[in-house]
T-cell receptor
Framework: GAGVSQSPSNKVTEKGKDVELRCDPI?????LYWYRQSLGQGLEFLIY????????KSGLPSDRFSAERTGGSVSTLTIQRTQQEDSAVYLC????????????FGQGTRLTVV | KNEVEQSPQNLTAQEGEFITINCSYS?????LHWLQQHPGGGIVSLFM???GKKKHGRLIATINIQEKHSSLHITASHPRDSAVYIC??????????FGSGTKLNVKP
């Protein structure tokens, strides 16, 4: 497809389990962002990848959260030892490289930790 | 302190009314998105602008970089405009900042 693709669309997991969320950005987009949106809350920045530069991890809420981007394309967000407060919609967006540009969002992964 | 402040947080309007949503930000930016999030969560970018004014149909967005302020206007509002509108400025390194959103409900 031509848009940002995220998988799975829904994930229910037990507290304490690890989860992996995947984002396929638009081809050629060098910038990739992960955000999350808890119920009733605004968007919260998690991590930002730009080309081959070191990612901006300043938004990751704890060391249980990590993300990687392989080959400058697909990204995986991993949450270890999930907690109930991790329940949220995790959104991925991508954009072209620097300069003012549009960001395109995926449909998100709804994570529920029970 | 929030880098991006939106107002109002909630807005109820009657169909046909003119609507304004405001966004003020404290960070240095290169441009700004106005995003729309419908119930169900999908987010789309309505506008990206770095100066002046843009118009798409009934939607108008303006930005004043010097004053660090942007507005989104909806003319002749319609129930299908009901959504959350999010201001999202970004800097020269393409780091985005997000407002908390304005929840708009347009009643028929």
């Amino acid at each position: 497809g031509a848009g940002v693709s995220q998988s799975p669309s829904n994930k229910v997991t037990e507290k304490g389990k690890d989860v992996e969320l995947r984002c396929d950005p638009i081809s050629g987009h060098t910038a990739l962002y992960w955000y999350r949106q808890s119920l009733g809350q605004g968007l919260e920045f998690l991590i930002y990848f730009q080309g081959n530069s070191a990612p901006d991890k300043s938004g990751l809420p704890s060391d249980r959260f990590s993300a990687e981007r392989t080959g400058g394309s697909v990204s995986t967000l991993t949450i270890q030892r999930t907690q109930q407060e991790d329940s949220a919609v995790y959104l991925c967006a991508s954009s072209l490289s620097r300069g003012w540009t549009e960001a395109f969002f995926g449909q998100g992964t709804r994570l529920t930790v029970v | 302190k929030n880098e991006v402040e939106q107002s109002p947080q909630n807005l109820t309007a009657q169909e046909g009314e003119f609507i304004t949503i405001n966004c003020s930000y404290s960070v240095g930016i290169s441009a700004l998105h106005w995003l729309q999030q419908h119930p169900g969560g999908g987010i789309v970018s309505l506008f990206m602008l770095s100066s002046g004014k843009k118009k798409h149909g009934r939607l108008i967005a303006t930005i004043n970089i010097q004053e660090k302020h942007s507005s989104l206007h909806i003319t002749a509002s319609h129930p299908r405009d009901s959504a959350v509108y999010i201001c999202a400025p970004f800097n020269n390194f393409n780091k985005f900042y997000f407002g908390s959103g304005t929840k708009l409900n347009v009643k028929p």
